[in-house]
């Protein structure tokens, strides 16, 4: 598994979340820099209402409000003089974790969908 590193920000520095869903997005979703997203740019040639589109967007979303948890969480812990028991013993945090495994899982349906929309 890729390793994910975390940057510790201040509260006010965190982004506000929103729901990517609601907001119109004509063009196919942009690739993150943490998620070096190989296959976005051959994305355009799918229809925006592509149900793997949607996913892809959905997924980056969830990806990054798992990032956002994470250090918040982390800010949290390091506030209250605590540690997170499971980080503490396996060296990542579950959301941690789970973030790594959902952004493995993004760029394989990236991978997929640029297939796709090659042929």
């Known amino acids: 598994m890729p390793t994910v590193h975390f940057l510790r920000a201040s509260p006010e520095a965190l982004p506000v979340k929103t729901d990517p869903l609601t907001q119109p997005e004509p063009t196919a ?34 990806q990054a409000a798992l990032v956002a948890d994470a250090m918040r969480l982390q800010l949290r812990l390091k506030q209250d003089g605590r540690c997170d028991p499971i980080q503490a013993i396996t060296g990542t ?27």
């Open 29 to 62: 979703p942009t690739a993150d820099a943490g998620l070096r997203l190989v296959g976005t740019a051959a994305l355009n040639s799918l229809p925006s209402d592509h149900a793997g589109i949607l996913l892809l967007r959905q997924a980056c979303a969830a």
């Open 93 to 119: 945090s579950s959301l941690e974790r789970a973030a790594a495994e959902l952004a493995d899982l993004v760029r394989v349906l990236d991978e997929r969908l640029s297939t796709e929309a090659s042929r």
